[in-house]
T-cell receptor
Framework: ETGVTQSPTHLIKTRGQQVTLRCSSQ?????VSWYQQALGQGPQFIFQ???????GRGNFPPRFSGLQFPNYSSELNVNALELDDSALYLC????????????FGPGTRLLVL | DQQVKQNSPSLSVQEGRISILNCDYT??????FLWYKKYPAEGPTFLIS?????DKNEDGRFTVFLNKSAKHLSLHIVPSQPGDSAVYFC????????????FGKGTHLIIQP
């Protein structure tokens, strides 16, 4: 069974640029969520996708957007990057309709200069 | 306003003794609770969970206790081992999971030899 994978592992961007992060769900999982973890904080929920549609969103502005593909892989896009977007971005997957346990990938470390 | 609170940023325990990590929550809609363990440069690893219909769940050395009336849960690790040194996050979910997981800020557990 393949776990959650994410790419790239690290990324450096400048303020105002756009970034795309990628995630492959754990085998058999149909729901994917994205989280932002700032230094010294717990992960914060950005949004969730099920059947290629966003079906839940945390307190993040519209410049954070996503996609889910038919194979359940996912992308997180962030436009107009700000310095405060520097964080670890985590992808998690689960089976919707079952228990709420989410399984996380290793994360992408984004640095905005 | 933090809905999930871990009031101890760090905890030091001797190897072989019991580690007790605490978590408080404020949202009455939370009905599923999880503990994750995180090493530096890795994503959170699922440890153990508990549904709000139970007050205790065990898995090997790990036991989670839930006190709904006090809105408090705790994770017990017995016996503590050096490999348990990590940051532990408490997380909570409301029914359906569309709002994602809400995390505490974490407790850094250090197991002393």
């Amino acid at each position: 069974e393949t776990g959650v994978t994410q790419s790239p592992t690290h990324l450096i961007k400048t303020r105002g640029q756009q970034v795309t992060l990628r995630c492959s769900s754990q085998s058999g999982h149909n729901t994917v969520s994205w989280y932002q973890q700032a230094l010294g904080q717990g992960p914060q929920f950005i949004f969730q996708y099920y059947r290629e549609e966003e079906n839940g969103r945390g307190n993040f502005p519209p410049r954070f957007s996503g996609l889910q593909f038919p194979n359940y892989s996912s992308e997180l896009n962030v436009n107009a990057l700000e310095l405060d977007d520097s964080a670890l971005y985590l992808c998690a997957s689960r089976v919707r309709g079952g228990v709420e346990t989410q399984y996380f990938g290793p994360g992408t470390r984004l640095l905005v200069l | 306003d933090q809905q999930v609170k871990q009031n101890s940023p760090s905890l030091s325990v001797q190897e072989g003794r019991i580690s007790i990590l605490n978590c408080d929550y404020t949202n009455s809609m939370f009905d599923y609770f999880l503990w994750y363990k995180k090493y530096p440069a890795e994503g959170p690893t699922f440890l153990i969970s508990i549904s709000s219909i139970k007050d205790k769940n065990e898995d090997g050395r790990f036991t989670v206790f839930l006190n709904k009336s006090a809105k408090h849960l705790s994770l017990h690790i017995v016996p503590s081992q050096p490999g348990d040194s990590a940051v532990y996050f408490c997380a909570a979910s409301a029914e359906g999971g569309a709002d994602g997981l809400t995390f505490g800020k974490g407790t850094h557990l250090i197991i002393q030899p």
